[in-house]
């Protein structure tokens, strides 16, 4: 079983910025594709930024140009980090780690904050 833990969420004012972090824990996980997602309140979970095991990145159109997708896969562990920040980009935002069907393993989520 894969255990996902986000970390580095918080408050921020606008035009800041912060560094999440996700870590998983298990095996053969520098296969599986990692991403990003967020959720705001009233609004569906959207993809924000994905990276697989080569370190091929892609990116929402809004997070591009100010957010980085990267990983470790020695610690088996992705950031995002979200620079030029908005209150619009104020989420929730999940880890997941993707190894195709029925390999997908999301964390609780850690709270990002803007303020204007």
């Known amino acids: 079983q894969v255990q996902v833990q986000e970390s580095g969420g918080g408050l921020v004012q606008a035009g800041g910025s912060l560094r999440l972090s996700c870590l998983a824990s298990g095996s053969a996980l520098s296969l599986f594709v990692s991403d990003w997602y967020r959720q705001a309140p009233g609004k569906r979970r959207e993809l924000v930024a994905s990276i697989n095991n080569y370190g091929r990145a892609n990116y929402a159109d809004s997070a591009l140009g100010r957010f980085t997708i990267s990983r470790d896969n020695a610690k088996n562990t992705v950031f995002l980090q979200m620079d030029s920040l908005k209150p619009e980009d104020t989420a929730v935002y999940y880890c997941?780690?993707?190894?195709?069907?029925?390999?997908?393993?999301w964390g609780q989520g850690t709270q990002v904050t803007v303020s204007s």
């Open positions: 997941n780690w993707w190894g195709g069907a029925g390999n997908s393993y």
